[in-house]
Every structure is written in C-alpha cells, then in structure tokens.
C-alpha cells in the first residue's frame, strides 16, 4: 500500500466519484468489480479521446489490488496512454483513495487495459497516426 505522502498519481485525472454504501460486500469494502468498471470506464474515455472514436475493450492486464476503497472514499482514476499500435491501444490506469473526502490519497489498484478501435459496422479500424 502506498501511503508515502510524496506518492503522485502517474497520468491524467480521468474520473472521480464518491463510493457509496450500495457498492460494498458483505466486509462492508467496495466490490472490487465496482473499482475495475470504473477503471474501465476511465480507460474507455481516454482511449476514444485518443483515437477520435468507439474503441471496445479487449483485455486487462496486470490488474492489481493495493489496498480496500471504504464507503466514503472518493475514488480518482488516472489514465495514460502506454502504447498505440495498429488497431489497439493500451492504457496504464491507476486508482486512488481520497479517505474520508479530504483525507490522505491512498493508491489501491492499477492495471492495463487494452482497447480496440472500431468503425461504424464494429468492425476493427485503423488508430490514425499508428506505426
């Protein structure tokens, strides 16, 4: 778990939303399910920002839990692009707590996601400017 006060965010701040009650398991801890649509969702928004279109998700890699996101905590995802390639895209994608809404940033997952782009029938498309 990250809890060193110099510990940054690598990327951009993508989503933020606030872990309600309805989220939890019975431990009372946010699903972990519930984290990684939120990753996916954040990585989603900045694959078709990237790519200028639909993209759909076609694997996640290297996922990683950290740390439990609490009811309350106000969960940050930050996107990066990692890799472009032909039809793909890959997207580093960490997830912060915000404790209590203004307490100490908490890293407790990340992971890679890789999206596809697609043309109007969903059929895969060519990324422009990809090598």
């Known amino acids: 778990?990250?809890?060193?006060?110099?510990?940054?965010?690598?990327g951009t701040l993508t989503i933020r939303t606030l872990a309600m009650p309805a989220d939890t398991n019975p431990a009372g801890d946010?699903?972990?399910?519930?984290?990684m649509?939120?990753?996916?969702?954040?990585g989603a928004i900045a694959a078709v920002e990237r790519v200028g279109g639909r993209?759909?998700?076609?694997?996640?890699?290297?996922?990683t839990f950290i740390a439990p996101v609490k009811v309350g905590d106000i969960l940050c995802v930050y996107t990066r692009v990692e890799r472009?390639?032909?039809?793909?895209?890959?997207?580093?994608?960490e997830a912060?707590?915000?404790?209590?809404?203004?307490?100490?940033?908490?890293?407790?997952?990340?992971?890679?996601f890789i999206y596809v782009a697609l043309d109007d029938d969903g059929r895969k498309r060519r990324i422009a400017g990809a090598g």
């Not at 778990?1 to 690598?10: G, K, L, R, S």
């Not at 649509?37 to 954040?42: C, E, G, K, L, T």
């Not at 912060?96 to 100490?104: E, I, K, L, M």
């Open 1 to 10: 778990m990250i809890t060193d006060a110099t510990a940054e965010p690598q």
């Open 30 to 35: 946010i699903f972990g399910g519930w984290v």
């Open 37 to 42: 649509s939120q990753m996916d969702i954040a």
């Open 55 to 63: 993209v759909v998700t076609v694997a996640v890699e290297a996922m």
């Open 84 to 93: 472009i390639g032909t039809t793909s895209i890959t997207v580093a994608i």
């Open 96 to 112: 912060w707590a915000r404790r209590n809404r203004v307490g100490d940033r908490v890293k407790v997952t990340d992971g890679r």
